[in-house]
């Protein structure tokens, strides 16, 4: 079975540094990797996705990750954060041996970005 | 463009009465559809998915029920809510493989709280 682990609970970074959220996972065959944030009270919105080609990934509002397949991660980033970063993030995978395509989410990790 | 929408916003009810959560889904047709729960603000738990009209799989064996009597309406129900059934619910839809269109979609959710 598939799965995706986010090491950290939470991380805290202070703006204007530079941030990361660390994903693995395990998956059979190639995976299709996902990050989404989510703010308080609301619904999950998309940040970015790999599906193949570059390991580099660059997303919505500043966001980036490398896939890396060799260590089977998918880590986060930002060059430099703002408060207004400040969120709960998930990393997903989708389940391509299931007919529903379905995704897995790993646990969360809340971003706090002090100023 | 596609959009979809959740509702109530919040809810709360009795132990012991019923549940329904509608979720539906506009500009697309035919698409996989998802039910979540999200416990403690934390990690996601995959419900039910449904890949089709009246085609639905669950997840976890528990006290709730899903529905699709059209195809972009997902419907969550209870005939008697518990306690634990508090939480917050998030429906979300994803094209059909083929479609070229690799997203996932998510609803901004449906905080539930039994009393």
């Known amino acids: 079975a598939q799965s995706v682990a986010q090491p950290e609970d939470q991380v805290n970074v202070a703006e204007g540094n530079p941030l990361t959220v660390k994903c693995t996972y395990s998956v059979s065959g190639n995976p299709y990797l996902f990050w989404y944030v989510q703010y308080p009270n609301r619904g999950l919105q998309f940040l970015l996705k790999y599906i193949t080609g570059d390991n580099l990934v660059k997303g919505s509002y500043g966001f980036e990750a490398e896939f890396n397949k060799s260590q089977t991660s998918f880590h986060l980033k930002k060059p430099s954060a703002l408060v207004s970063d400040s969120a709960l993030y998930f990393c997903a995978v989708r389940d391509i041996n299931n007919a529903g395509n379905m995704l897995t989410f790993g646990g969360g990790t809340r971003l706090m970005v002090k100023p | 463009s596609q959009t979809i929408h959740q509702w109530p916003a919040t809810l709360v009810q009795p132990v012991g009465s019923p549940l329904s959560l509608e979720c539906t889904v506009e500009?697309?047709?035919?698409?996989?559809l998802y039910w979540y729960r999200q416990a403690a603000g934390r990690g996601l738990q995959l419900l039910f998915y449904s890949v089709g009209i009246g085609q639905i799989s669950s997840e976890v064996p528990q006290n709730l029920s899903a529905s699709r009597p059209q195809d972009r309406q997902f419907i969550l129900s209870s005939k008697k809510l518990l306690l634990s059934d508090s939480g917050f619910y998030l429906c979300?839809?994803?094209?059909?493989?083929?479609?070229?269109?690799?997203?996932?979609?998510f609803g901004s959710g449906t905080r539930l709280t039994v009393v």
């Open positions: 979300a839809w994803r094209a059909t493989p083929g479609q070229g269109y690799y997203g996932y979609t």
């Open positions: 500009g697309t047709s035919n698409p996989n």
